[in-house]
């Protein structure tokens, strides 16, 4: 990999490492600041993987800056409900989401691969195809007072590929990342919540009103189903992703190792859909939709640990790498895509990119930890487990066991937590507002 930068342009040149969706819209977003980007990406091509993720109205409105959200609304689902019920199909909670609750902007709920693909082809129309390197795995840093040169290999042989030097790197290179065991050498492996989670997508009615997404069950059985496909619903069907998960490991075992962590596992639907045999509830055939599924994803779930640090000089994480944490609330992508948008919005200000990198963790590693951590609590899913506690039987009506104003509490705090509440997003689309109004 023979550089270009080699007379002093790199210094107005950002590195990514890693072309996932954070990575991607780091790289749009940092473009947008003024940086020359180069995505390094390990895998030999770009492609649609993964099943069904969501985006929270705070992340779908920096994508809308970004001049996205047509193509996000053409192609995913604007969510407008949740549900919650209990493992007998029976109403714990229903909210109102996005536009439904009166955000300015949707939840979208899409096929991760879809949205890959619609950042790929938003990267390569406004950075040129020459900015994804695919192939390229990062492997070592150094960095000296102006610079950091990143070396990269061929991760299938390890062949060496050569350095590239910019102003910084940003590690936005998953739960596996590199930079994070650079930076913190001795962290061992993600932390195992003792949870298993299957994932797969069924080709099935519309459920409900087509647009709810819904939880069942508890804390050690839970099963969720939504719709992803704006096309499936405009044919009169739906493509509903659904995540099976069961605990397989006592909650308080020492042992946090977790088992394999590869995002392409399938496996098949015997090994976890017994428990869920009985689980019709007529609105929704937990069975028949596990075996409508061509294919079941295994991925366990896991964390870590929040870092004491993201940021060293000229290199900082962002997504997966910097805090992974438990698929609870649907936030993994969306906090991604927010870290995108502070670092670009720090890097804009012009201030030295070390110090830029400094103020982006010092906003954002709180913010991340605080939802990892209200995430291992169960985040929005604790009214569940509640309703499992107080009513393993199940109940005629959920305020015989929960009251009202316990129910709103747990929505609300989360969603405070997760920087979605209401009233957060919508000052934030007032600033975009009036920053747009002042330029034009
Ligand atoms: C193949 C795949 C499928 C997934 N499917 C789902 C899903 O169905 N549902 C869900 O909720 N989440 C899924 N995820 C995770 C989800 O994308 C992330 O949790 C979230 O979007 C945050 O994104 P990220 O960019 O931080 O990480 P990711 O989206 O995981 O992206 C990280 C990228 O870095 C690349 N990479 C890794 N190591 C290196 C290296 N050393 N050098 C260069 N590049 C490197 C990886 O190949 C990957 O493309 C999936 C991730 C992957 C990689």
């Known amino acids: 990999m023979e550089s270009k930068h080699g007379h002093g342009h790199w210094r ?24 020359e980007v180069t995505v390094f990406e390990a895998a030999q091509e770009i492609r649609a993987l993964g099943v069904g993720i969501n985006l929270q109205p705070h992340a779908v409105l920096f994508l809308a800056e970004l001049g996205l959200l047509d193509a996000l609304r053409a192609t995913g689902i604007e969510t407008g409900s949740l549900l919650y019920v209990n493992k007998f199909g029976q109403r714990i909670w229903q909210e109102a989401r996005g536009l439904a609750a009166g955000y300015p902007v949707p939840q979208i709920s899409i096929h991760r691969g879809e949205l890959h693909l619609i950042l790929y082809r938003a990267v390569l129309e406004r950075l040129g195809a020459a900015a994804v390197r695919c192939g390229a795995s990062l492997v070592g840093v150094e960095q000296d007072g102006d610079g950091v040169t990143a070396r990269f290999v061929d991760r299938r042989d390890g062949t060496p590929l050569g350095s590239e030097r910019g102003a910084l790197l940003v590690g936005a290179d998953g739960i596996h990342s590199v930079l994070r065991r650079l930076l913190a050498p001795d962290e061992g492996p993600p932390r195992f919540s003792g949870c298993m989670l299957w994932r797969g997508i069924a080709e099935a009615d519309p459920l409900l009103d087509g647009r709810t997404m819904v939880w069942a069950g508890h804390a050690a059985q839970k099963f969720i189903a939504y719709p992803i496909s704006a096309t499936a619903a405009q044919a009169g ?3 509903l992703n659904w995540i099976a998960e069961l605990r397989v490991r006592a909650a308080d075992d020492p042992d946090r190792t977790p088992p394999g962590t590869d995002w392409n596992r399938r496996v098949d639907a015997s090994v976890f859909d017994a428990p869920f045999a009985s689980w019709h509830f007529g609105w929704l055939d937990v069975p028949g939709l596990i075996a409508r599924a061509g294919a079941a994803y295994e991925f366990p779930m896991v964390d870590r640990d929040p870092l004491p640090r993201w940021s060293d000089g000229r290199v900082t994480l962002l997504g997966d790498a910097a805090h992974p944490m438990y698929p609870i609330g649907s936030n993994g992508a ?11 919005a720090r890097l804009v200000a012009g201030d030295d990119v070390v110090d830029a990198l400094q103020r982006y963790d010092a906003a954002r590693r709180p913010v991340t930890a605080a939802i990892v951590a209200a995430n291992r609590r169960q985040g929005p899913d604790e009214v569940m487990q509640i309703a499992e506690e107080r009513a393993p039987h199940g109940f005629a009506d959920v305020h015989d066991v929960i009251s009202q104003a316990e129910l709103e509490s747990v929505a609300a705090k989360y969603k405070q937590t997760a920087g979605f509440d209401r009233d957060a997003v919508a000052r934030a689309a007032a600033r975009v507002a009036s920053s747009t109004a002042t330029v034009s």
């Open 237 to 239: 069907s739906a493509h």
């Open 334 to 344: 969306s906090q991604a895509i927010l870290d995108a948008q502070d670092l670009a």
């Open 12 to 35: 107005g040149r950002a590195l990514v490492a890693g072309g996932g969706i954070g990575g991607l819209v780091a790289a749009l977003a940092l473009h947008r600041a003024g940086y």
